[in-house]
């Protein structure tokens, strides 16, 4: 599979990334009014980091090569 660049996945990646460092921004106050408040803040900031870490994989173009070599492993 050949790697190729596109400014639209650039564009997702960095909204999706956005997200994510929003969450870990504002993680007590999401922890507070969408989950079990102060017993959270962890889990949310993780989940914050671990969506910033995605979309940082999709702006540079590598999900397209990750899920390929995944669906390779899977198909016999």
Known sequence: ????F???????GFLIFAAGGAIV???RQIAD?????VASYD???FWGII???VG???MINLHTLLLSAFVNLIKP
């Open 51 to 53: 969506i910033a870490i």
């Open 43 to 45: 889990r949310v900031k």
């Open 6 to 12: 596109s400014f639209g996945w650039v564009f997702v």
């Open 25 to 27: 921004l504002f993680y």
């Open 33 to 37: 009014n969408f989950a079990s408040g």
């Open 56 to 58: 940082f994989v999709i």
């Open 1 to 4: 599979m050949n790697w190729q």
